[in-house]
């Protein structure tokens, strides 16, 4: 079983960054997809970002050019680097990683974007 640790996560102004990070207890010899997905209260959980094995990547149209995601293959850890946030990118952001016929889940990372 593979167990993600999420980093990153915090309080910023509107307009400002953070960098979100997800480290895996072990390394796996292959990953199929490793993504970020955001949750508020009241609301489904949605797929913010993610990046598939041959390195390409999809992005909610709500981010696109403003998150970024990669990764490191060496240590199979993933990114979101979050850039002119706003308030509506308030939530709890959660990694995903997709193994094989399993997925694992970071434990969410809240991410508070203030006015």
């Known amino acids: 079983q593979v167990q993600l640790t999420e980093s990153g996560g915090g309080w910023v102004q509107a307009g400002g960054s953070l960098r979100l990070s997800c480290a895996p207890s072990?390394?796996?010899?292959?990953?199929?997809?490793m993504g970020w997905y955001r949750q508020v209260v009241g609301n489904e959980r949605e797929l913010v970002a993610v990046?598939?094995?041959?390195?390409?990547?999809k992005y909610a149209d709500s981010v696109t050019g403003r998150f970024t995601i990669s990764r490191n293959k060496l240590r199979d850890t993933v990114y979101l680097q979050m850039n002119n946030l706003r308030t509506e990118d308030t939530a709890v952001y959660y990694c995903?990683?997709?193994?094989?016929?399993?997925?694992?889940w970071g434990q969410g990372s809240q991410v508070t974007v203030s006015s």
């Open positions: 995903n990683y997709k193994i094989r016929s399993s997925e694992f």
């Open positions: 990046i598939y094995f041959d390195g390409s990547t």
């Open positions: 072990r390394n796996a010899f292959r990953i199929d997809a």
